[in-house]
């Protein structure tokens, strides 16, 4: 075994794995949180946001949660969900975004917008979309420096929260009103999440279930890894 291939099946390898591992938690972290969150957003905000910040939970938490940990919960669930698909882009590139479409189908029209705008002004879209899972894979497929898209990504994540935090106090009253709308069918609006998550996930994740542990047991090839370089910032692909 060369040196190339030692290196792939030694501490780069793990690397791969934990940060694959990571995004399926992510994943299942993420589902449980946008489901539960119409029983769970007014009394353990902090809670719902750890598992999931997507930006409809972020927006109705802020008349019940302070906004220390408004910002740091937000920050930090938004930003490890950016790294980890900014990674599975770079690392498995265009393998990683045949995945994608083979979960989706045919690309829509938004998502291709989107990879026309990442070749012509990746930066941008960062800064102003750091949430989108489609966004930072892309950005990390085309080998946006990890030096750039970090304080790009933080900058956007941290305008967005400050939007979404104003929305929220503007919309106070109306998020508590249709909160208490709905709690006495809170549970069973839970219910319907859930089931109609899993309904659509189950076909899906039949399908990448055994291809996630193939890259779990088989990772890159030697001759993957050169060309994708040796990290964020390090490697000839590097910008």
């Not at 055994?210 to 910008?239: L, Q």
Request: with cysteine; net charge positive; charged share 20%.
């Amino acid at each position: 075994m060369g040196p190339a291939a030692a290196t792939i099946e030694g501490p780069r390898a793990a690397v791969r794995r934990l940060v694959l591992a990571a995004g399926l938690a992510l994943y299942v972290a993420g589902t449980i949180g946008s489901s539960i969150a119409p029983a769970t957003i007014d009394k353990h905000p902090v809670t719902t946001l750890l598992l999931s910040s997507r930006n409809r939970n972020l927006f109705a938490s802020v008349p019940f949660i302070d906004p220390l940990p408004y910002a740091v919960v937000g920050f930090f669930r938004v930003l490890a969900a950016a790294v980890v698909l900014y990674l599975i882009g770079r690392w498995y590139g265009a393998k990683g975004i045949g995945w994608v479409e083979g979960q989706v189908g045919e690309l829509p029209a938004t998502i291709r917008w989107i990879q026309r705008g990442v070749d012509r002004a990746g930066w941008l879209l960062v800064v102003l979309m750091p949430g989108s899972n489609i966004v930072c894979l892309m950005v990390g497929h085309r080998k946006l420096p990890g030096r750039a898209f970090l304080p790009l990504v933080s900058v956007g994540i941290a305008l967005k929260l400050a939007v979404l935090w104003a929305g929220g106090k503007l919309f106070e009253d109306q998020i508590k009103g249709f909160l208490d709308f709905i709690e006495r069918y809170q549970w069973w609006v839970v219910i319907a999440l859930f089931a109609f998550t899993f309904a659509q996930s189950a076909g899906r994740m039949r399908k990448a279930v055994p291809e996630v542990i193939e890259e779990i047991e088989r990772p890159v090839e030697p001759t993957d890894a050169a060309r994708y370089g040796a990290g964020m910032d390090g490697g000839p692909d590097a910008k």
